[in-house]
């Protein structure tokens, strides 16, 4: 995956159309991640943020359009293939995801015995070294449910990282987060970014946070990438959607409420059951 | 009255689901691979699914054998053949009652414990994580707990049959004083090792694969919400029941 230059993007989406369930999410939208940055991507609920990670990780195939990471035709990838791709992506889903029955130091080490011949002393160092890295190697023995949920998403992207992916994925990691922890986050996402010199993409719709972190931001709404910048682009931005997500104000383009019939004909009308 | 679309849907719906089943089944053993890792998981689960349900399969084997004891004395005491409980007790639990009480139990103890694991592992996107990190899930998750079914089935109903023929004696030889030496030489001399406890333990098999394949399905296929979970687990065991029901009947015309 590493094999284009550094000035091509990481991630290409090129006139990507998805529909779930008959609707339509995606509709001709094409987007670029730089390459070794922190870009974030951002929108209003049920944008098509998550899609587009599903896409990058071929969890779904788009209607139209095709997706590329590095030299890899993301969309046409099945079977052994799918699976050399993936070792190259680390992906922190929203909950964390860790499995309940294995310790923290066995979620860290699952990925390096499946997929590596390394030695038991070996696994165990570079997993002490990876729960370091989030703050959590005396917590090592311990199982998800004896952590709190901050906790539970730094051992997942501990396990994230645990082969040095190219690219990482994160999925809302600033969501239901103490301030403590969310500052934390925010410190290891850089970190990691700047450590393994990888392309870090995150999920997300925490436009303050955002402002700290990523070097670059799109946003998504209305089925299409509606901008793209620096985080102070996009905060001086006049585009009357960007402005109103940015500023978090509930009258603009993006609607608040789900459509609806009139709400004062709806409350008159006799109940039907 | 029931439209045409509606019926047809009635009869299609479960075929479709069997299909869908079926096909599942055939994926998870094509897949199936034998590595250091695969086999220290399916050890791992073969203690959940068969030592964790020793307690019900010994408790219901005992009472099993006493009641079906009870019973058989009572009844051929009235034809002065009451020697012959021996022999009805040892055929009815190694040819019939063994296998199929078993694997209703296991399903009831163990493959509930499985649908409702997987379900909630669907739910809470460890099923995701295991496929982004190009783990295969059918290895990692469903292969280990179809081979410990296949294997827990059928220790656990040689188990289930010692502890009822057990009941049996407490019955028959401690409280209606019959003779031990008959009540054992009766068995002896009728039950055949291939013929009897050799089809037994061949449905036993059958049936162990069937509660494990249909709890790891039910699971799988689990809508990710804690009423799609309720009611994967529900539908393992009224499934695995019918199911094991009817091909214990088909088998035993066929193995008669």
């Given at each position: 995956m590493n094999s284009s230059s550094d000035s091509t993007p990481a991630v290409q989406l090129r006139d990507i159309t998805v529909r779930l369930g008959g609707r339509t999410?995606?509709?001709?939208m094409t987007l670029d991640i730089p390459r070794g940055k922190v870009t974030a991507v951002m929108g209003p609920s049920g944008a098509g943020k998550t899609t587009v990670l599903r896409l990058i990780t071929r969890q779904i195939r788009p209607d139209g359009g095709r997706v590329q990471v590095g030299d890899v035709h993301v969309e046409s990838l099945k079977g052994r293939e799918l699976g050399r791709f993936r070792r190259n992506l680390g992906v922190l889903l929203q909950n964390g995801a860790?499995?309940?029955?294995?310790t923290c130091f066995d979620n860290v080490a699952l990925p390096l015995r499946e997929h590596t011949q390394l030695p038991e002393a070996l696994i165990r160092r570079l997993v002490l070294i990876k729960l370091q890295t989030v703050g959590l190697r005396g917590a090592a023995?311990?199982?998800?449910?004896?952590?709190?949920g901050g906790m539970n998403r730094r051992v997942a992207m501990a396990r994230a990282m645990a082969l040095d992916p190219d690219i990482m994925l994160y999925d809302e990691p600033f969501a239901g987060l103490d301030p403590i922890s969310l500052g934390v986050s925010l410190r290891l996402i850089r970190e990691i970014n700047h450590a393994q010199g990888a392309t870090s993409i995150v999920i997300t719709h925490d436009v303050d946070e955002v402002a700290q972190l990523a070097d670059f931001c799109h946003i998504i709404a209305n089925r299409q990438l509606i901008a793209s910048g620096t985080p102070k682009e996009l905060n001086d931005s006049e585009h009357p959607l960007v402005r109103q997500f940015m500023r978090g104000?509930?009258?603009?383009?993006?609607?608040?409420?789900?459509p609806a019939s009139d709400l004062a004909e709806q409350l008159l009308r006799a109940p039907v059951r | 009255m029931s439209t045409p679309v509606r019926s047809e849907s009635r009869v299609l719906t479960p075929l479709r689901n069997m299909g869908r089943a079926l096909v599942f089944l055939f994926k998870a053993i094509s897949r199936m691979r034998f590595t250091r890792l695969q086999v220290a998981e399916t050890l791992r689960q073969l203690y959940f699914a068969g030592v964790r349900s020793l307690v019900i399969i010994v408790t219901c084997g005992f009472f099993v054998g006493l009641v079906l004891t009870l019973q058989s004395y009572d009844a051929l005491a009235r034809f002065?053949?009451?020697?012959a409980t021996s022999t009805l007790l040892a055929l009815s639990l190694f040819r019939e009652l063994g296998p199929v009480l078993t694997a209703i139990l296991f399903a009831g103890r163990a493959g509930t414990s499985i649908t409702a694991e997987i379900g909630l592992m669907r739910a809470t996107e460890q099923l995701d994580a295991l496929d982004l990190m190009a783990i295969d899930p059918m290895e990692r998750i469903v292969q280990p707990r179809l081979i410990a079914g296949l294997i827990a089935v059928p220790a656990l109903v040689v188990v289930f049959n010692v502890m009822a023929l057990l009941g049996g004696v407490v019955y028959a030889v401690f409280l209606m004083g019959s003779d031990p030496i008959v009540f054992w030489g009766n068995i002896q001399n009728t039950v055949e090792l291939g013929r009897d406890f050799g089809h037994g333990m061949g449905k036993s098999v059958v049936f162990g694969l069937v509660a494990s394949w249909l709890a790891v399905y039910f699971g799988w296929t689990a809508k990710p919400t804690g009423e799609g979970v309720a009611l994967a687990t529900t539908q393992t065991v009224i499934a695995t029941a019918i199911v094991v029901l009817f091909l214990d009947f088909v088998m035993s015309a066929l193995m008669l």
């Open positions: 999410v995606l509709e001709n860790l499995f309940t029955d294995l023995d311990m199982y998800p449910r004896e952590l709190s104000e509930p009258d603009g383009p993006v609607a608040f409420h789900y | 002065g053949a009451a020697d």
